[in-house]
């Protein structure tokens, strides 16, 4: 995945939990950004964060919460206030100069 | 940021060049063309970009259309891992802070043998 790391791969919740997905990258690199993928549709921002301590809400940031303490690590929390969180989550990092995003390889959430 | 069109699905035989149209008729002279490709359940990933000049790399060709409004992404032998869907985007490019890219849903190659 080029230095961007998502864990776990799969992920189960029961209703009413809280769970954290996470996302980790070695490359140094500023910007990092949560999606959420639905079957056959294309990917929606959830939140961003362009620096350390710093975040912004994306296009569907309710249910969800993110922190950046660390410029490696931007875990995505999936609340329980989060109505249909079952999706595939993509987090990626912005690369230097030109050349737009790296993605991990995602979590599959599955709520049971 | 421009709006772009997408065939939703196309069909390829192995071995054949596929070009995928995209159609950006609002892009503006500073928003470059990028394409990305996603295989089932994994990430998306970059594939070409280009702002106006025709690029080639290991993966792909980009041509863009004189007045910009439109790009083909060309893959000149197609194989079976070549099936995917794939984004095509426009976007402003650098600078200082972040920006973000919009996904679409893209076209689904199907290579066929």
């Known amino acids: 995945d080029g230095g961007i790391t998502q864990s776990p791969k799969y992920l189960f919740r029961k209703e009413g939990q809280n769970v954290t997905l996470s996302c980790e990258q070695n490359?140094?690199?500023?910007?990092m950004y949560w999606y959420r993928q639905d079957p056959g549709q294309g990917l929606r921002l959830i939140y961003y964060?362009?620096?350390?301590?710093?975040?912004q809400k994306g296009d569907i940031a309710e249910g969800y919460s993110v922190s950046r303490e660390k410029k490696e690590s931007f875990p995505l929390t999936v609340t329980s206030a989060q109505k249909n969180p079952t999706a595939f989550y993509l987090c990626?990092?912005?690369?230097?100069?030109?050349?737009?995003?790296?993605f991990g390889s995602g979590t599959r959430l599955t709520v049971v | 940021d421009a709006k772009t069109t997408q065939p939703p699905s196309m069909d390829c035989a192995e071995g054949r060049a596929a070009n995928l149209p995209c159609n950006h008729s609002?892009?503006?002279?500073?928003?470059?063309v990028y394409w990305y490709r996603q295989i089932h359940s994994q990430g998306p990933q970059y594939i070409i970009h280009?702002?106006?000049n025709n690029e080639t790399n290991e993966m792909a060709s980009l041509i863009i259309t004189e007045d910009r409004k439109s790009s083909t992404l060309i893959l000149p032998h197609a194989t079976l891992r070549d099936t995917a869907v794939y984004y095509c985007?426009?976007?402003?490019?650098?600078?200082?802070?972040?920006?973000?890219?919009?996904f679409g849903k893209g076209t689904k190659l199907s290579v066929i043998p």
């Open positions: 990626a990092i912005r690369g230097r100069g030109n050349y737009g995003y790296t």
């Open positions: 280009g702002l106006k």
């Open positions: 609002t892009i503006s002279g500073n928003e470059y």
């Open positions: 964060s362009q620096i350390v301590n710093d975040f």
């Open positions: 490359l140094n690199h500023d910007a």
């Open positions: 985007i426009v976007r402003v490019a650098g600078g200082a802070g972040s920006y973000q890219l919009t």
